[in-house]
């Protein structure tokens, strides 16, 4: 307790680090009050939202602004579904691949199209929420007149939430979007704790602590899975510049374990409402698809969660391809003098990197469709719903991730003015497989 004292003594007295959290407080209260704020010409007493599915998981990153209606109901996810369709451009079109390349002036360009196009997503997203979600009876106004000022306050309300995540990145401390994304989670953490200690009761005290404990150990493994890494080492030949000699240095390259992070998991939850679709088009007439719509209506039942399973790891195979390119990356240390011992550079040093990480990619995939299953093996256990979702899946690994790359800067923060680090080790650990170490 003396050492966690001394470590918080220790990030206050360095003024940068105290006025950045700070300004990471006020930011995130600003982006938590705004959830709060109903759609003018809504009634929320007869507002009645209970999203499930893809749309459930969408108001677990939002806080629960989705149900609400609130004019952050979008939030910050058509800003990363902007980003992500960019970012596949880039894998796929030469001319943003040409802009990538171009250094802080292309990444700058490459911004300016991802907010643009922002606010195009967005205000598609915005008429479709406003038909299809909010329901004629919540509504004290004409349905007309509220759909377009509503699409122009959730389109506003957007661009807000990303400017407040661009100002914690610039003045704050974290990733300011992620930091948005987990705050919006963690903000339902203490209301799904309360209420499965009510669901239990006295007589199940013993039964919640132990769920309490088994909580902590699904945390920790997802922490491993996240932090994962299989280290290739590095030689650097020795080369004579002046009269000194520099390189023969021995570095490594960090692979790691679950190179794709959250977005399998992502994808995959965006396709689990085709079976229940298809069938539901032939229900009337076909015994079986009627069986199949019973089955993948609920995200408990085995069916479901095979199939989601397979579509983890097939989409972790995927993601990791074209995030990963093993050529580039024998190419820059073939540029930069850098070599694996025993292994030729180019081609085969490219081959041998493509086949450690198919290697390592497999039991990773394995393991974050086993963290993506356990809320409904939570549930099935008899927990409710809502600290279920804790349990694993996207919450979970979104939470770990954005925890560790914030503690990692404030580690850095630290060690720069020589304090000691957060842990005893020394080492703190972010999602990019990087280490600071004292």
């Given amino acids: 307790m003396n050492r966690f004292i001394t470590t918080l003594k220790n990030i206050f007295a360095i003024e940068e680090l105290r006025t950045r959290i700070l300004n990471t407080l006020l930011f995130i209260t600003a982006f938590r009050l705004g959830t709060q704020i109903v759609l003018p010409g809504v009634d929320p007493d007869r507002l009645n939202l209970r999203p499930q599915g893809l749309l459930g998981l969408l108001d677990t990153f939002l806080g629960g602004a989705f149900s609400k209606a609130s004019i952050f109901a979008l939030g910050i996810m058509p800003y990363i579904s902007a980003s992500i369709a960019i970012q596949l451009l880039t894998l796929a079109l030469p001319y943003f691949q040409k802009m ?20 195009f997503v967005t205000a598609v997203q915005a008429i479709t929420y406003v038909q299809t979600t909010v329901p004629t009876e919540a509504l004290l106004i004409d349905r007309g007149l509220f759909t377009i000022s509503s699409v122009f306050i959730l389109t506003s309300g957007t661009i807000f939430c990303m400017w407040l995540g661009e100002r914690i990145t610039d003045k704050g401390i974290g990733n300011g979007i992620s930091m948005i994304i987990m705050i919006g989670i963690v903000s339902r953490l203490p209301g799904s704790i309360y ?35 299989r280290r290739i080492p590095i030689q650097y030949a020795k080369q004579v510049i002046g009269n000194k000699v520099v390189g023969g240095q021995r570095q490594y390259l960090p692979l790691k374990l679950n190179a794709a992070g959250v977005m399998p998991i992502i994808f995959a939850q965006a396709l689990m409402f085709i079976p229940t679709y298809l069938a539901g088009l032939f229900s009337e007439k076909s015994d079986f698809a009627a069986g199949v719509q019973n089955a993948f209506q609920s995200y408990t039942t085995w069916q479901y969660n095979l199939l989601f399973a397979l579509l983890i790891i097939v989409f972790t195979f995927f993601y990791t391809a074209i995030s990963v390119n093993p050529t580039q990356i024998a190419d820059d240390m073939k540029r930069s003098g850098g070599f694996i011992p025993g292994v030729k550079p180019g081609i085969q040093t490219s081959e041998y990197i493509g086949t450690v990480l198919d290697r390592i990619t497999l039991p990773g995939a394995i393991m974050l469709a086993i963290v993506a299953i356990l809320p409904a093996i939570a549930n099935l256990l008899g927990m409710t719903s809502g600290f279920a979702q ?31 680090g957060l842990m005893k080790s020394g080492r703190v650990q972010g999602r990019a497989g990087e280490t600071v170490a004292a």
């Fill in 100 to 119: 990538q390349k171009e250094g802080e002036s292309g990444r700058k360009r490459l911004n300016q199209i991802t907010r643009v196009l922002t606010i």
């Fill in 195 to 229: 209420g499965e200690a009510l669901s239990r009761g006295s007589a199940g005290a013993l039964i919640f602590v132990l769920e309490l404990v088994a909580l902590f150990f699904v945390i920790m493994g997802a922490v491993v899975l996240t932090q994962a890494v």
């Fill in 390 to 420: 804790f349990f694993g899946g996207t919450s979970l690994l979104i939470m770990v991730g954005v925890v560790l790359d914030t503690l990692q800067q404030v580690e850095s923060y630290l060690l720069m003015r020589r304090y000691e």
